[in-house]
């Protein structure tokens, strides 16, 4: 049970956004200018990189759901997405990604655990400052979204299907209108 | 040195926000929403949980600033923000901030940290859903500004008097209002 009267029927975060509308709107518009606007990342790198967090912090329902949303963009590539979260340095991704992920890891850790070499290594990669930039504010910001969404012990549904339905929704048209009814 | 061309003359966080207003427009909105706007929490109170959740996580920029902010907002009482980031259980605060404390560390360590337990203790000293949510919300919301801050290696000078001023300017004006100094219009 939830640890406040958050809305019946709602999952997850979008239970937390229907309770506080006034702070979800910052929270969905910051979501959706890191992993869906234009970007040198793909869509579906940017949501590798929220699921790989979401996935190191334990987070049930923001890993399922952002790697629904990954899958979703990557289409028959679907499976990266599980190879990812299993073994990233493994998975068929571009080593740029694979540095990236480094990062992310190093920032769910705390902040202070990014080292200049992961960067400098990014960077031989081709990796831009705007793409270090946003891999660091991406993994910070799965740090709060996780810790929001179990930290309230919102409810999360273990059902594949619903998933892949907000994973779609996500995918196509982002974060700034709700992707779940209740 | 950061880890990115950050603009010069920035430190901390307002360095990356210049780099990249798309994300700092929201970032000062959450900010402004949750330590700022109307609250049955006082503003005091609010800054005081974003210092303590600095503080655990380590970020001397974040705690320092927000210190000062929560100084200015409790008529310059450094000395209580100072025995909240070390002892907040034996600080002269209300048993509702300090429930509410123990809840903030709680999420700082992880999300599945927040007992029942620590809520219904919470709620027992008076604390509303709105303040339990609003509580869980500003240290989540910290562990992403702190890591935002330390992950690009930013500058963090160790100049209390910048902190002090700028501390009485946003508790005065709010987050939004001083960020145009640094963001485009």
């Not at chain 1, 999952?11 to 709107?25: D, H, L, N, Q, V």
């Not at chain 1, 929704?169 to 209108?177: D, E, F, P, R, V």
């Not at chain 2, 003359?9 to 949750?34: D, Q, S």
């Not at chain 2, 800054?47 to 310059?76: K, P, R």
Request: net charge negative; with cysteine; charged share 20%.
């Amino acid at each position: 049970m939830p640890h406040v009267s958050l809305p019946e029927g709602i999952p997850g975060i979008s239970s937390g956004f229907a309770f506080r509308p006034e702070t979800a709107k910052p929270m969905r518009e910051l979501a959706h200018v890191l992993l869906h606007e234009p970007s040198t990342l793909s869509p579906a790198e940017r949501e590798l990189i929220a699921t790989y967090v979401s996935s190191q912090n334990d987070c049930f329902f923001c890993q399922t759901s952002h790697g629904a949303a990954a899958a979703a963009h990557l289409g028959e590539k679907a499976h990266t997405v599980e190879d990812v979260k299993q073994d990233f340095t493994r998975a068929a991704v571009s080593d740029k990604l694979k540095a990236l992920l480094v990062i992310a890891g190093q920032v769910q850790k705390g902040g202070k655990h990014v080292s200049a070499e992961s960067v400098q290594k990014a960077r031989n990669l081709g990796a831009t400052d705007l793409e270090i930039h946003d891999t660091v504010l991406i993994a910070a910001a799965f740090c709060m979204y996780n810790r929001y969404v179990d930290g309230l012990a919102t409810w999360q549904p273990r059902d594949p299907a619903m998933y892949a339905t907000m994973g779609k929704h996500l995918a196509t048209h982002g974060y700034i209108t709700p992707s779940t009814k209740p | 040195m950061a880890h990115i061309q950050l603009p010069e003359g920035l430190p901390g966080i307002r360095g990356a926000m210049a780099f990249r207003p798309e994300t700092a427009k929201p970032l000062n909105e959450l900010v402004e929403i949750l330590l700022h706007g109307p609250n049955s929490l006082t503003p005091g109170e609010r800054e005081l949980i974003a210092t303590y959740v600095s503080t655990e996580n380590d970020c001397y920029y974040c705690q320092t600033i927000h210190g000062a902010i929560a100084a200015a907002s409790l008529g310059d009482d450094e000395a209580l923000v100072k025995k909240v980031k070390t002892d907040f259980q034996n600080a002269a605060i209300s048993d509702k901030l300090k429930t509410l404390l123990v809840i903030a560390g709680q999420v700082q360590k992880g999300g599945k940290n927040v007992t029942s337990a620590s809520v219904a203790d919470a709620r027992a000293t008076g604390a509303t859903d709105v303040e339990i949510h609003d509580t869980v919300l500003i240290a989540a919301a910290f562990c992403m500004y702190n890591r935002y801050v330390d992950g690009l290696g930013t500058t963090q000078p160790k100049d209390e008097v910048m902190y002090r001023e700028r501390g009485k300017r946003v508790a005065r004006d709010g987050y939004v209002s001083v960020s145009k100094e640094y963001l485009p219009a």
